[in-house]
């Protein structure tokens, strides 16, 4: 959830005792408007915190550790699993990377950075063990269509992908990457970890997983293309 305003309030004095609001603001690239009004609502989101970590120079997941629903967060005995790594690789470095062992071409030097256009779905498949919308669900309240509906959306809000990690017995940092919110090194994720996951796919794990992929990329292709044709029967109906 959001974080509570007082709490952060505490926190921003904190880290810097000597820098107004409208300083605080500038330096991160926040409208005063909008943490004004996050204040006032009482609910501060987190990428607010995570700005204004940045812009300081410190490290997001530290602040966010510091907060109740963030508790355990900078915790780095469970490093992220192969699994979990390799859902953050896109598609397109799967398939260069399958085209290189093929000898049709080289190997990709530098991966895509995370996360990608499916990264949260891939990175909940990652960690389910068959059951984990089921065990999200019943901790957190929220519906599993509309837990699936963010997924689909290739989205999760935070506290939706911390809880995901909880229900997993993961990292919980994981999920914060794949949404987008905290980098991998700010994660604590090992330099060129994604990388190492990769390389340690056996050709025909390499292949099938890059295979999975470009099916559910066919389905969802499929998906929008019925919706845009539906749509425009709709307007030529009306028309």
């Not at 896109?90 to 990264?119: F, K, Q």
């Not at 506290?159 to 905290?182: D, N, Q």
Request: hydrophobic share 45%; proline share 4%; with cysteine.
């Amino acid at each position: 959830m959001p974080l509570p305003a007082k709490a952060f309030q505490h926190w921003l004095h904190s880290v810097a005792p000597a820098t107004s609001t409208a300083d605080i603001c500038r330096i991160a690239g926040i409208k005063r408007t909008t943490l004004a009004q996050q204040l006032v609502r009482g609910k501060v989101a987190e990428a607010t915190l995570v700005s204004i970590s940045r812009a300081l120079g410190l490290n997001p997941v530290d602040g966010l550790a510091g907060f109740e629903s963030y508790a355990g967060l900078r915790d780095t005995s469970r490093p992220p699993t192969q699994a979990e790594l390799v859902s953050q690789i896109a598609t397109t470095d799967l398939l260069r990377a399958v085209i290189a062992r093929t000898g049709g071409g080289e190997a990709t030097a530098t991966l895509s950075p995370a996360p990608h256009a499916t990264s949260v779905r891939n990175w909940v498949d990652a960690i389910d063990d068959g059951d984990v919308r089921h065990r999200v669900s019943a901790a957190t309240g929220i519906a599993r269509q509309n837990f699936s509906a963010q997924l689909t959306a290739n989205r999760l809000a935070p506290e939706l992908a911390v809880a995901t990690s909880r229900a997993a017995g993961v990292g919980l940092a994981g999920g914060l990457v794949a949404t987008g919110l905290i980098t991998e090194a700010e994660a604590g994720w090992a330099p060129g970890a994604r990388q190492a996951a990769l390389e340690a796919l056996s050709d025909g794990e390499l292949a099938t997983l890059a295979g999975d992929r470009l099916q559910a990329l066919g389905k969802t292709l499929r998906r929008q293309e019925q919706e845009q044709a539906q749509t425009e029967k709709i307007w030529e109906n009306l028309g």
